[in-house]
């Protein structure tokens, strides 16, 4: 391995991360003594979020539980990007939940405009 901090997987370490890491020693260390697959699925965990103050938080939670000993992030679905494993059952479970949970408030919101258009319609 040329450089021992990139990661081989589905993701390569942003340089976000990247920065935390070499900034810290001690979860530096951590971190080359991950394997490829360990380190992957801690930058998919960081990296799938929605907003960049919650990617912030994930990278120094990142940093604190490497130090911390952790070798995987926690309450983790396992990433889902890899080419090279087919997504298990409790995955695609997760991930149409998360599918369904997001087009119901779509839908809602579409029907209130709807009905306010409505209403005015009736008004005028
Ligand atoms: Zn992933």
Known sequence: MNNPITSKGAHA????????????????????????LARNEWICWTISVKTPKTRKEHTERLITELKQGKRRPCCWMGCVHRADKTLSASQLFLLKKKRDDAQPQTQKATQEKTRQRQSKKQRS
């Open 13 to 36: 370490l942003p340089k976000d991360i990247r920065k935390a890491l070499t900034a810290d020693k001690k979860a530096h260390a951590a971190w080359k003594s991950l394997t490829l």
